[in-house]
């Protein structure tokens, strides 16, 4: 026969199973605590912006880059941008070229002799304001965070300098601000989307190859555009949820 | 309860006091309004000043017949501020200096030079051919690029 453990019945333990998950549910419930934990997703009727860049109908003028630096004092010198522009170059024999001097700013010297180029064309490059952001998810303070209408921010007043983010971002759109040596990155110029006005790269851009909208409005042109082109985005292999849709993208684009 | 249970509990208790105060003198006042991030940040990030000004309620509103002619031209979808940089300044005091006015032949190059991933519909010029010695704009008036 068995002996009976009179120390721990079967009652016992569900008993103090039930309070350890009681009092955990609970403690999780306490309000201070909530949040470091918060997952809260903005109302599904509020605004949520993405990007669209038209990869045909962009020229390589790079006046983007240049207002970009003038609108958020983003350092002159080069290797310090937001928003800057590439040539792609694909050869006849395959090989692909990629050439951003200054981000665009200087222009483009081809040194493919036009008779080798397959195709050539313009990316240009911004943050891709991530819906799950690798470089948010990886900050150690809570200095750089989505906004509830979907753009990624930095606060400059509580970011420590670590650089995580600036690895952790696959696409390259964060860098180190020498002067304050806090980062900082495209805010999908957010001063100027709250007053009603466009983001000053889409405001100079000659031929229209930017724009943005809510991606949550049927009625948007953000909407239309992703609808009424085959768009493509990023890298998408790194699940990171990017909202900057490119239309007529190649593969070799990385 | 053993003693040294107790004992564990009690200091247990005291390090989760001392870190609850430390937290509350330490997390800035928004910390956690809208997720895990200042609240507050979302205000400083919209007070940032502008720079590139509205063109309808500023730059038209003097300079209307260059207006006029850049609507009429084939650069009428270009924004001012696209080719004369950012106008705050000269919005609030206009001046000859505070305002972008560009001669250079590079200048114009950023969409005209040739090169072969520009959309065809873009007019394009081989820099070091096409009248090398002259400025664009002794030829071509810039708010409609028709000859002069």
Redesign the interface.
Known sequence: MVKENKDFSRREFFKKTGVIAGGVLFASLLSPLKAAQSTEKSKSDDTWYGIGLDIEKCIGCASCARACKAENDVPKEPFFFRSWVEQYTITNSGEVKVQSPNGGIDGYKQPVPESEIFKTFFVPKMCNHCSKSPCTQVCPVGATFVSPDGVVLVDPNYCVGCRYCVQACPYGCRYIKPDLGTVDKCTLCYHRLKKGMDPACMMVCPTGARLYGNLRDPKSEMVKFIKNHTVGALKPNLNTGSKLYYNALSQEVH | MPVQVKRLLIAFAVFIALF?VA?HFLR?AT??E?????GA??K?????????V?MNETCITCHDSIAAVRDSSV?K???C??CH??GYKHVDDPQKTNIVKEHAR?FC???H?K?????KV?KQIDMNEHNKEDECISCHNSHNPVLW
Not at chain 2, 34 to 38: K, L
Not at chain 2, 44 to 52: A, L, S
Not at chain 2, 115 to 119: E, I, K, S, T
């Open positions: 609850l937290r800035p910390f956690g809208y997720g895990h991030y200042r940040a979302l400083e990030n919209e007070d940032r000043p502008i720079k590139y509205n650069h979808s270009i924004n501020q696209t940089g950012p590079e190059g950023r969409c030079s090169n072969p991933a520009r959309a873009i």
